[in-house]
């Protein structure tokens, strides 16, 4: 089955609204999401991997492509194309100021700052051009071989982030508290993470931690009912996060719940507002399990650019993150940034996001995003 089945077609709306009211930008507010969709199989649609050995209590995950699969077609095609944006101004700008040009010293230390002008951040793009310049320096080098040895360079950066977020059913529920600024795509998200568990099988939790906007749990209840996932509401709009946690925790203990994503408020009046609410969520979740939460994933949305590492920095401050998805790459020429991040925090990246509609939230895969990034099969 393609993989547009696989996942359905949930779309988000457009509706924006700009908020942040904590000092970290964070864009537009969220739509309801979209239509039903098909039964499943499993992500992705090309490269059918190879079945890891199943231990006791098998982890779940969304499958990472491996480097050498033939996926060139399908998702990568998806991938790429969300990507081109991004690509286009990477490359374009790394082409023209290499054409025909000998790598000399001028021409890597501009090839650096294009670099950093496309988001890839000075470490990364310092260490690239350090390949570089040990492989290639004084040499003349063909558009496509500079394509292919940046993508080469930039797949050695994302190579230890690339993994996939595992879900250790046995935890029974496993929590996943999903965090970030508002309007990265939390809750958009954990809906296409829902439905993906929901098809391997799993038994799948929301909970609508996001209690102050009425708006926000109705978005998460609609697609708690189109993935066919429990969803736990508050009892009254504004009522305590923490509380609602604890209740849909326990909850789902007792039903045997495999996987309970935890939606949360971007927003709150400031940081340390913000930072109280999510410590105050652990440690209340503690008191059922007191190694929950079992990731902490958050998520980015790549249009912010270098404020997206600023975010992380920021809530690493707050929670022990875990992990990172990154989102909206289609709708970003910022996608650089991921390199940027891989470099800098070394998290896990799990998932990326390159569309609205739920078969567009993609496993990350090192080399694949490396080559779409430069346009590459
Ligand atoms: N183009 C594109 N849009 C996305 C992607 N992920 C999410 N969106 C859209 O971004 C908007 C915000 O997404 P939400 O999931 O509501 O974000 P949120 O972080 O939950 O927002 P708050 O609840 O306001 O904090 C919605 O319109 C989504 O459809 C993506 O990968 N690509
Ligand atoms: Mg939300």
Redesign the pocket.
Known sequence: MALRDFFGRL???????P?PEIPIP??????P?APEAPPAEPLPETPPPAPEPMPEAPPVEIPSPSAEAPAKTGWFARLKA?LSRSTAKLTESVVSLLHKRRLDEEALEELEETLITADLGVAASRRIVEGFRRTRFGKEVSDEEVKAALADEIATILEPVAQPLVIEAARAPHLVLVV?????????????LGRHYGEQGLKVGFVAG?TF?AA?VE?LQVWAGRTEARFFAPSKPGADAAGLAFDAFTAARADGLDVLLV?T???LHNKSALMEELRKIIRVIRRVDETAPHSVLL?L??TTGQNAVQQVKVFKEMVDVTGLAV?????SAKGGVVVALAQEFGLPVHV?????KAE??RPFAAKDYARGLMGLD
């Open positions: 779309r988000g709306g457009g509706a924006t609204q908020t964070g864009p537009p507010e969220a739509p999401p969300g970030g600024v508002n309007g990265t795509g939390k809750t958009t998200t954990i809906a296409k996001d906007r926000a978005q939606d408020a971007g927003r998520v949305d790549a989102t909206k790459l289609d709708g990326v996001g390159v569309g609205e567009d939230l």
